[in-house]
């Protein structure tokens, strides 16, 4: 790979990493690539040599649909998809297909909760189905239509979030007060049935490890990271001068987690590197 | 009590205080000498070819697909970054 490099000089190397490619919801697609094509995202995209890192294709993803034939015509003609071609799970795995062959390693770095700030007693049968939809069957989707033109020894890694586990039973640990139990185990703020949907990705990623891992010889695990204050994740709550959902579950995991430092988003990088990689071999189905 | 006898109580106190202080002093340098000698083993060793090697993540010539990316801010793209990275 022939990469320009900074301070004046242009340098022929061979990077080592893995061949990166891109899967990016439409409506965001035309500000993102604009920010990668103006190389205006600066430090962030800077790899430990120093080199740029170099996106070989984005494609526009959608993985609430599956196939070209299950996007309504509302959805395909409208303001915010009309550009775009391509967007189902399948299209892009078909795309992949011809572009490239296989894949090794595939990353599902996607949710959506319409109503997340909502309790889940409030929370509308529509907008539960929908996290569902865009947080757990799009990665049954992802791990179904992508397995075929994986190569064996291949990973898939998925995040998961801590909301999905249950309510401990204090009976069992006297010790504990309910109250610690339940702040602990329960995330208030995680709402719109998206605490549902994360437990649904930590089961299926059980079942998906199993079924994927007899058939197609590939691995399948998720991370529960502590939270960090992505874009994503500033857009819960925080309603005028009000602190967001982010800025509260920081200062919990800064009060209560055995590592009181800042989680950075590189920590989550290299378990997932980790995790896809060969070492991580006998690993699988794991949170 | 002559002068020569205070002279030499005076120095085996000098002596016994020395004494301490460098024992002290001894005590504290050979604690830093094993800790930079662990270091330095440590450094070998992740040094040494071999186990480095052995345990290093290396997706060369390996694809990646990474779903969900829309900004430099979240996971996404700090996986693939980190994949990106991830070779000799």
């Known amino acids: 790979v022939c990469l320009e490099f900074g301070f004046g000089s242009i340098v022929t ?10 899967g990016t919801w439409p409506p965001v697609m035309p500000l993102f690539k604009a920010s990668i094509d103006r ?61 490239y062959g296989t894949v090794d390693y595939v990353v599902h770095s996607l949710a959506n909760g319409p109503e997340v ?4 007693l409030d929370t509308s049968r529509e907008g539960y189905l929908a996290a569902n939809s865009a947080s757990a069957y799009s990665m049954v989707s992802m791990v179904s239509r992508f397995a075929p033109i994986m190569n064996p020894g291949g ?80 857009a819960i709550g925080g309603k005028g001068s009000e602190k967001t959902f982010i800025d509260y579950a920081i200062d919990y995991s800064k009060a209560n987690a055995p590592m009181a430092h800042e989680l950075y988003n590189h920590d989550v990088g290299a378990t997932a590197a980790f995790l ?12 | 009590m002559t002068i020569s006898t205070f002279s030499s109580l005076l120095l085996v106190v ?32 992740a040094a040494a070819p071999h186990r480095a090697s052995s345990l290093k993540i290396n997706m060369e010539g390996k694809t990646v697909f990474v779903g969900g990316v829309a900004d430099s801010s979240g996971y996404g793209w700090a996986i693939t970054k980190a994949c990106a990275d991830a070779g000799t």
């Not at chain 1, 649909?65 to 391509?86: H, W």
């Not at chain 2, 000498?33 to 070998?44: C, D, E, I, N």
């Open chain 1, 13 to 22: 190397l061979f990077i080592a990493g893995a061949r990166v490619l891109l």
């Open chain 1, 39 to 99: 190389n205006t995202l600066g430090e962030d995209s800077i790899l430990s040599d120093g080199s740029t890192m170099k996106i070989d294709k984005i494609y526009p993803l959608d993985a609430t649909f599956d196939t070209k034939e299950l996007i309504p015509e509302s959805v395909s003609t409208s303001k915010r998809y009309k550009a775009f071609n391509g967007y189902s799970i399948q299209e892009v795995v078909d795309q992949i297909k011809a572009d």
């Open chain 1, 117 to 120: 700030t909502k309790a889940l």
């Open chain 1, 155 to 234: 990973a898939v890694v998925s995040l998961t979030y801590i909301a999905s586990e249950k309510v401990r039973n204090c009976v069992t640990n006297l010790l504990c007060s309910a109250l610690i139990e339940m702040s602990l185990q329960v995330i208030p703020g995680y709402g719109g049935g998206m605490s549902s949907a994360k437990a649904a990705l930590e089961s299926d990623t059980r079942t998906l490890a199993y079924e994927a891992g007899r058939k197609y010889g590939i691995r399948v695990n998720t991370i529960s990271a502590g939270p960090l204050a992505s874009r994503a994740a500033k």
């Open chain 1, 276 to 287: 896809l990689s060969p070492l991580a071999r006998a690993i699988t189905g794991k949170s």
């Open chain 2, 14 to 45: 000098l002596a016994v205080c020395s004494s301490i202080a460098v024992q002290g002093f001894a005590l504290k340098s050979s604690s830093v000498v094993k800790v930079r000698h662990s270091m330095v083993t440590k450094l070998a060793a």
